[in-house]
């Protein structure tokens, strides 16, 4: 059974920093291509940020490209996300997913950026 368990999320004010880790169980991990995706409220899933099976390759969103890390670690199958300099329009349930829809993905972890 595929198990994803965010955790790290909180809230924070404007210009703060998180880190959210996602750990895996029920699949081969270092063979999947890994994904965060997150859910404001009253909107739909947004893809947030991919990164390759051995980490070699990332990508994000344009929304938060130069303020966002995706990075995993696969002998521990976890997957991380460093939120630096948030704003409050990153506001929103995070999910971490085997693809870049969310159509597989955790019971996600919420984050607050409110002054």
């Known amino acids: 059974e595929v198990q994803l368990v965010e955790s790290g999320g909180g809230q924070v004010q404007p210009g703060g920093s998180l880190r959210l880790t996602c750990v895996a169980s029920g699949f081969i991990f270092e063979g999947e291509e890994m994904s965060w995706v997150r859910q404001a409220p009253e909107k739909g899933l947004e893809w947030v940020s991919s990164i390759s099976n051995r980490g070699t390759f990332t990508s994000y969103a344009d929304s938060v490209n130069g303020r966002f890390t995706i990075s995993r670690d696969n002998a521990k199958n976890t997957l991380y996300l460093q939120l630096n300099s948030l704003k409050p329009e990153d506001t929103a349930i995070y999910y971490c997913?085997?693809?870049?829809?969310?159509?597989?993905r955790g019971q996600g972890t919420q984050v607050t950026v409110s002054s």
């Open positions: 997913s085997k693809d870049r829809r969310g159509d597989s």
